[in-house]
């Protein structure tokens, strides 16, 4: 069974830093290109970040560009966000998931508050 528990939320103010992890189990992480992706109160579903297997091609959205980074430990099973220069915009709870199948399995999600 995939599971997918994310953590590391909280609230920050503007311009402040937050970096989230995600634990993955139930399949071999190492093999599966892996994204972020948020949802914002009424708002649908958005891709924030995707990583290949091996960590070495990496996407970002447009608004989160030059501020999120997206890192991953395949020995720890561990996929991470590094988020930068946090913007109210940025308020969501974000989760991780496979490529794959990111519409319909995100696992448990992890919520980011920007307000100062």
């Known amino acids: 069974e995939v599971q997918l528990q994310a953590s590391g939320g909280g609230l920050v103010q503007p311009g402040g830093s937050l970096r989230l992890s995600c634990e993955a189990s139930?399949?071999?992480?190492?093999?599966?290109?892996m994204t972020w992706v948020r949802q914002a109160p009424g708002k649908e579903l958005e891709r924030v970040s995707t990583?290949?297997?091996?960590?070495?091609?990496?996407t970002y959205a447009d608004p989160v560009k030059g501020r999120f980074t997206i890192s991953r430990d395949n020995a720890k099973n561990t996929l991470y966000l590094q988020m930068n220069n946090l913007k109210p915009d940025d308020t969501a709870v974000y989760y991780c998931?496979?490529?794959?199948?990111?519409?319909?399995?995100r696992g448990q999600g992890t919520l980011v508050t920007v307000s100062s």
């Open positions: 990583i290949s297997s091996g960590g070495g091609i990496t």
């Open positions: 998931a496979k490529i794959t199948d990111w519409k319909s399995n």
């Open positions: 139930g399949f071999t992480f190492s093999r599966v290109t």
